[in-house]
């Protein structure tokens, strides 16, 4: 991959004595196989828009507005262009697939169907759910990517979802709903079948969790970090979902399976580095039931999405690896990972753009960028790292050294 690589603006952190190991050179013992196990790219929010051609709809008429530039077409085809061309197994997508701000319309334009009474509101979110999410798993599918994506915010209508005022009590009344939908194109099959066998059954996130080898040496466990209770939405893994996690997890231990990795929306170590976040984080932090949980069962890689940039923590033998970036800024990153017996390589890459022209059209008006494009053909290299399998990060460089927050 042509590219260039790119010192971390934001600094190495960390304690010096630390900082100086990660930064000391390791290289593989003689004789070790440098064949290739698997390969997978990481790429969350980097959509985070409702991005559809509109004029395909039968309630579309000329002079209506609409959620796609061919400026954005082109830098979505060529991020994911530059995805395929690293031939992954498959892409982990941990959240934000959509703008998803549905059962409104601010506009006015009835795109979706009238928004007056609940029962309308709630036939708009369908309606939107359907033609966006079919669009955005329709791209992958024309380059042969093989999706595996956990569940956002956006995805269930962007926070918040407390009784701030009646659009806030509408999507926590409806998260079912959302979560449906969600499903209906990312967790089931065409045909309407569970695409997943290993989900928490009997649960409230047995169609949004799930678990699934990517290879035989690679397990990747998704999860649903939204719970609904006690009138609101708890950024939180509990319950029979947690439960099912530790069986999982259980298993694998007992399998022996050489690479257990995590994705969910949420980082759970904070804090980390943010662009245009609203800083969700998973409530517990280091002492919530789901880090302990992936510590106890020697999880090795925890990835997340929500802040739109890359840091790299660890605690407890866990590296956390929140990354992303937004296309509408220009920023559009994934992370690159190479499976090999005795280790993992990460390497986060940027495709650039630039910002131009005006908003965006969204059932709640004109936001984000529309004409954000693609200034080149080069990937930038933002950082990279090798995670050993005792939980040692080598070789840290750029935005993959190991993260602290800047003392205030």
């Not at 952190?13 to 000391?24: E, P, S, T, Y």
């Not at 984080?281 to 890359?310: C, I, K, N, Q």
């Not at 908003?359 to 050993?388: C, F, H, N």
Request: with cysteine.
């Amino acid at each position: 991959m042509a590219g260039c690589f790119t010192q971390d603006p934001f600094g190495a952190a960390g304690n010096d004595g630390a900082a100086a190991a990660a930064r000391r050179p390791w290289t593989p013992p003689p004789g070790t196989d440098h064949t290739p196990n698997y390969r997978f790219v990481a790429a969350p929010d980097f959509l985070n828009q409702d991005v559809g051609d509109l004029r395909r709809l039968p309630r579309w008429h000329r002079g209506d507005p609409n959620s796609w530039t061919p400026q954005l077409q082109r830098y979505i085809r060529a991020f994911l262009d530059d995805i395929a061309a690293t031939d992954p197994g498959s892409v982990l997508v941990a959240g934000d697939l959509v703008e998803g701000r549905w059962g409104r319309d601010d506009t006015g334009s009835g795109i979706f169907g009238p928004v007056r009474t609940e029962a309308q509101q709630v036939a708009a979110v369908r309606r939107a759910a359907r033609f966006y999410y079919s669009t955005y798993v329709q791209r992958f599918a024309e380059r042969g990517l093989t999706l595996h994506a956990a569940l956002g915010d956006h995805d269930i209508g962007d926070n918040d979802w407390g009784d701030e005022n009646s659009w806030t009590a509408f999507k926590r009344r409806h998260l079912d709903v959302f979560k449906q939908m969600y499903a209906s194109y990312l967790t089931r099959t065409p045909a309407g079948k569970p695409r997943y066998t290993d989900r928490p059954f009997g649960t409230p996130f047995a169609n949004t969790a799930y678990a699934v080898k990517l290879s035989p040496d690679v397990l990747l466990v998704s999860l649903d970090e939204f719970n609904r209770r006690d009138g609101d939405v708890h950024l939180e893994v509990t319950g029979g979902q947690l439960a099912w996690l530790r069986r999982t997890l259980e298993r694998a231990q007992a399998n022996r399976v050489p690479w257990v990795i995590v994705q969910g929306h949420n980082p759970v170590l904070w804090p980390v580095r943010e662009v245009s976040s609203s800083g969700g984080h998973l409530e517990g932090g280091e002492d919530s039931p789901l880090w302990r949980t992936m510590a106890r069962y020697g999880v090795d890689l925890y990835l997340d999405g929500e802040v739109h940039a890359t840091s790299m923590r660890q605690a407890d033998g866990v590296t956390q690896v929140s990354t992303g970036g937004l296309l509408y800024r220009g920023e559009a990153t994934y992370l690159a990972a190479t499976v090999y017996d005795d280790r993992l390589d990460l390497d986060v890459r940027r495709l650039p753009g630039e910002q131009d022209g005006g908003k965006l059209w969204q059932t709640t008006g004109l936001r984000t960028r529309a004409e954000t494009r693609v200034t080149g053909r080069d990937t930038v290299r933002l950082g990279s790292m090798t995670l050993l399998a005792d939980g040692t990060a080598v070789n840290q460089t750029g935005l993959l050294q190991e993260y602290t927050a800047p003392l205030e």
